[in-house]
């Protein structure tokens, strides 16, 4: 089954950007769709980007439209999630997550595999 691996969190600025990366193995990406999540402290992990198998279908969460962008390299094996204009409240731990079944799910439940997470602190 696969496995993910989320990297590229940091302590930035507000205004700043990161790309995150979350790099698949012992399966190929391009067979699940892919989502990024995030949780602040405190708060339940809530649903931030997500992008079909082969990447024709993108979907983002109203808080981080026209700000974040998700793609992915299927030959890489690896997501991205490039956050630009980062705010102070996009601080969180962010996990990209995989699932099997092609369709939208922004519902933590919804997705079979995790990675470990990535800390991003933007401070103003």
């Known amino acids: 089954q696969v496995q993910l691996v989320g990297s590229g969190g940091g302590l930035v600025q507000a205004g700043d950007s990161l790309r995150l990366s979350c790099a698949a193995s012992g399966g190929t990406l391009s067979s699940y769709f892919t989502g990024w999540f995030r949780q602040a402290p405190g708060m339940e992990r809530e649903f931030v980007a997500a992008?079909?198998?082969?990447?024709?279908?993108?979907y983002y969460a109203d808080s981080v439209k026209g700000r974040f962008s998700i793609s992915r390299d299927n030959a890489k094996n690896t997501a991205y999630l490039q956050m630009n204009s980062l705010k102070p409240e996009d601080t969180a731990v962010y996990y990209c997550?995989?699932?099997?079944?092609?369709?939208?799910?922004?519902?933590?439940?919804?997705?079979?595999?995790w990675g470990q997470g990535t800390q991003v602190t933007v401070s103003s």
């Open positions: 992008i079909s198998r082969l990447g024709f279908a993108i």
């Open positions: 997550a995989a699932r099997k079944v092609n369709t939208l799910a922004r519902l933590p439940g919804s997705y079979e595999y």
